[in-house]
């Protein structure tokens, strides 16, 4: 009987030990697959980041097609302009000021296309066929600041612009119009290129490389992504539609949101200036604030509405960039002096109205907004 008793009591001890065992080894399993999940995240999370600082990077590297390039070429070469030097200071003031442009700002040109790509509205002595660039905003993303802000730059504002010959070379930089400097191209992203172009030099040659560029077709397609552009009105605007009462919020219908945009006092000098800004500081600042709402509730709401789009526009944007952006939009700060108003002066020119830019505002604002001191 003792025998027998010795051996139970042993085969219940091995019976523990193989127990301890099998905990010990499950608990090391477990963790083990936990130390591994966090190598994991943590190499998920560094990638992530090392991912989106190249992306940021990237959105300030040229894409910039190959007639682009062409094109840039021959008028330096016209100008006698030398190649920059790397080293060199992107931008010397006239008080001998050395200036590097910002590699934390991005920025994105967004334009309303009036007439694109419709043969009916060439005119017969241009080369030109591309439409003009009638709406003009530079969309200013400070992700040093988290902040947003946009540069309203009105159709008239009077710059140099690029003038190609029948062949698409280059023929004569022009002093017109800046909404014009669209038209000399295809339609399409070369007249987007031109315009990116004429802006950049405007902003003592700050880069701007990313642009998109909308029809008028865009507007029903657009406030049918959004679900109606609910805006409030800061004033009376019942000379358009009863509803736009001071104070009231409407939801636009397709053809209210139309008329709000397009509409201009052709009485006016300045009726284009005050349309574009109205356009901005109602229209587009709402359109900001309805994406950021959607985006809290739905993170993909903002590719939604921009895969919506993109078959009506030309933008150089990539898909990652565009994802990028959409990420990033709720961290973006959006207020009343989101849109940034450029003082100047209106005068009638030989056929149309003119804007010329206060030169030491445009100065001051490219210095403190889009650049930094150099020693």
């Known amino acids: 009987m003792a025998y027998y008793r010795d051996k139970m009591s042993a085969a219940k001890e091995e019976k523990k030990v193989r127990r301890r065992r099998s905990k010990g080894r499950t608990a090391a399993i477990v963790l083990a697959s936990l130390a591994a999940l966090l190598v994991l995240l943590a190499a998920g999370v560094w990638g992530f980041l090392r991912y989106t600082n190249r992306l940021r990077a990237g959105m300030f590297a040229d894409r910039s097609s190959s007639q682009m390039q062409k094109i ?3 008028r330096d070469e016209a100008e006698g302009r030398a190649p920059k030097d790397e080293e060199a200071p992107d931008w010397i003031d006239e ?5 590097r442009y910002r590699s934390d700002v991005q920025t994105l040109l967004i334009m309303g296309i009036d007439y694109m790509n419709n043969p009916s509205y060439w005119d ?3 080369v030109s066929n591309g439409g003009n660039a009638d709406i003009m905003a530079l969309v200013i993303l400070d992700s040093g600041n988290d902040s947003m802000s946009i540069l309203y730059i009105p159709r008239d504002t009077m710059a140099n612009i690029v003038m190609l010959d029948a062949k698409g070379n280059y023929l004569d930089t022009v002093f017109n119009n800046i909404s014009a400097s669209h038209s000399y191209g295809d339609g399409g992203e070369l007249s987007c290129e031109l315009t990116a172009d ?11 490389t990313r642009f998109a560029a909308m029809g008028f077709c865009c507007i029903p397609v657009s406030n049918q992504a959004l679900g109606g552009l ?17 104070g009231s919020s409407v939801t636009l219908t397709d053809r209210q949101l139309e008329r709000l945009i397009r509409y201009r006092d ?16 109602l229209v587009v600042r709402a359109m900001l604030e309805q994406l950021k709402r959607l985006a809290r509730k739905d993170p993909s709401a903002v590719m939604t509405v921009y895969n919506r789009l993109k078959p009506h526009m030309t933008s150089n944007l990539s898909l990652d960039e565009v ?21 100047g002066v209106v005068t009638k020119g030989e056929k149309y109205a003119e804007f010329y830019p206060d030169a030491e505002w445009l100065h001051d604002f490219v210095a403190e907004k889009l650049c930094e001191r150099m020693n």
Do not use: C
């Not at 990028?324 to 700060?333: M, P, R, V």
């Open 124 to 126: 017969s002595d241009m």
């Open 230 to 246: 609910e805006v409030t009105f800061p004033e009376d605007f019942t000379h358009l539609d009863s509803s736009f009462r001071k």
């Open 198 to 208: 004429a802006v950049s030099n405007m902003l003592y040659r700050v880069t701007s």
């Open 266 to 281: 052709h009485g006016e000098l300045d009726g284009a200036y005050q349309r574009g800004l109205r356009d901005l500081k």
């Open 323 to 343: 994802s990028y952006l959409a990420q990033n939009i709720q961290d973006f700060s959006i207020s009343s002096s989101t849109v940034i108003t450029m003082p």
């Open 72 to 74: 840039r070429w021959q």
């Open 95 to 99: 008080d001998g000021k050395e200036y």
